[in-house]
């Protein structure tokens, strides 16, 4: 089995920025694309970014394109997500997961199989 760890959540101020991390043990693979998911109170999971399973493509959800930029190390096993010019609707808990699949473009969570605890991200105005 996988197991993710996520860390780097806090709070900051609209316009600044946070760096989460995701760290992988276990049955590790490099073959399979990773993501970034975000929950609000209140709503439903929302995809946020992924990243092939070689970094070598990434996608992202309209909200976040140009302020976001998704990450991978294999050698490290980890997978970042670097968030810049925050706003307060970027406030949720955030997941990383592991896709079944080895390219980035699935965005619904039903093709990942493992997920971390999250991590939460709050945004002041």
């Known amino acids: 089995q996988v197991r993710l760890v996520e860390s780097g959540g806090g709070l900051v101020q609209a316009g600044g920025s946070l760096r989460l991390s995701c760290a992988a043990s276990g049955r590790t693979s490099s073959s399979y694309a990773m993501g970034w998911f975000r929950q609000a109170p209140g709503k439903e999971r929302e995809f946020v970014a992924s990243?092939?399973?070689?970094?070598?493509?990434?996608s992202y959800t309209d909200s976040v394109k140009g302020r976001f930029t998704i990450s991978r190390d294999n050698a490290r096993n980890t997978v970042d997500l670097q968030m810049n010019s925050l706003k307060p609707e970027d406030t949720a808990v955030y997941y990383c997961a592991s896709c079944r699949y080895s390219t980035a473009s699935y965005r619904s969570g039903n093709a990942y199989d493992y997920w971390g605890q999250g991590t939460q991200v709050t945004v002041s105005s």
């Open positions: 990243i092939s399973w070689n970094g070598g493509s990434t």
